[in-house]
């Protein structure tokens, strides 16, 4: 049998599922993530941590690609972080639904 949490995990998720893919609420967290990466990495580079890093980052880097690289990842971890979200609630639906079944099934043997 499965508990009162799974019953209703499997509920929200039926009604849910597809305006979870397309929510902008997971996408808003991956950006702050990724930009505060970013924005650590710039806090490391200016603030002379890494005196060799920051020689080279002055004189090889523009300022402005860098911010553009940052804004980059910044998208690609809130890509990431959203769709790795979708996949893990659409995996343990999945395994509910399995177990369910397989329940339903050995209460009618």
Same mark, same amino acid.
């Given at each position: 049998?499965?508990?009162?949490?799974? $019953?209703?995990?499997?509920?929200?998720?039926?009604?849910?599922?597809? !305006?979870?893919?397309?929510?902008?609420?997971? &996408?808003?967290?991956?950006?702050?993530?990724?930009?505060?990466?970013?924005?650590?990495?710039?806090?490391?580079? &200016?603030? +002379?941590?890494?005196? @060799?890093?920051?020689?080279?980052?002055?004189? @090889?880097?523009?300022?402005?690609?860098?911010?553009?690289?940052?804004?980059?990842?910044?998208?690609?971890? !809130?890509?990431? +972080? @959203?769709?790795?979200?979708? $996949?893990?609630?659409?995996?343990?639906?999945? $395994?509910?639904? !399995?177990?369910?079944?397989?329940?339903?099934?050995?209460?009618?043997?």
């Amino acid at each position: 049998m499965l508990s009162k949490q799974e $019953e209703d995990f499997i509920i929200f998720w039926e009604k849910n599922r597809m !305006a979870q893919k397309k929510n902008s609420k997971q &996408f808003l967290i991956g950006i702050i993530a990724g930009l505060s990466l970013g924005l650590s990495t710039l806090i490391l580079i &200016f603030s +002379n941590w890494y005196q @060799r890093a920051t020689m080279i980052a002055n004189s @090889r880097l523009n300022p402005f690609l860098f911010l553009i690289i940052i804004v980059i990842i910044a998208v690609f971890m !809130a890509y990431l +972080n @959203r769709k790795f979200k979708w $996949e893990r609630f659409e995996q343990q639906y999945q $395994e509910l639904l !399995a177990k369910k079944h397989k329940l339903e099934q050995g209460s009618k043997n």
